[in-house]
């Protein structure tokens, strides 16, 4: 059941559109390299941060996870 809540969690934890656009360009990556990463189409990363579609699924637990982690990887890097 603990992996069911986190999956949960993970999924309502998706930024805003505008937010995981500021995420990704803080962390110097374009959008490209996140379609890659995600398998999905370059024009689905820009249509998810121009909140035209959103992700569903795996995918959306798997964007969800990638924006948090690049997001604390970059506020790492500035408060050290």
């Known amino acids: 059941m603990s992996d069911l809540l986190a999956e949960v969690r993970e999924?309502?934890?998706l930024p805003r559109p505008a937010v995981r656009r500021e995420i990704r360009e803080a962390a110097g990556i374009?959008?490209?390299?996140?379609?890659?990463?995600l398998g999905v189409h370059v024009l689905t990363v820009h249509r998810w941060e121009a909140g035209t579609?959103?992700?569903r699924g795996e995918l959306r637990l798997d964007?969800?996870?990638l924006l948090r982690q690049l997001d604390e990887t970059v506020r790492g890097v500035q408060d050290a």
Do not use: D, K, V
Not at 30 to 37: K, N
């Open 63 to 65: 964007y969800a996870r």
């Open 11 to 13: 999924s309502l934890s």
């Open 53 to 55: 579609r959103e992700p």
């Open 30 to 37: 374009p959008q490209s390299r996140i379609a890659e990463e």
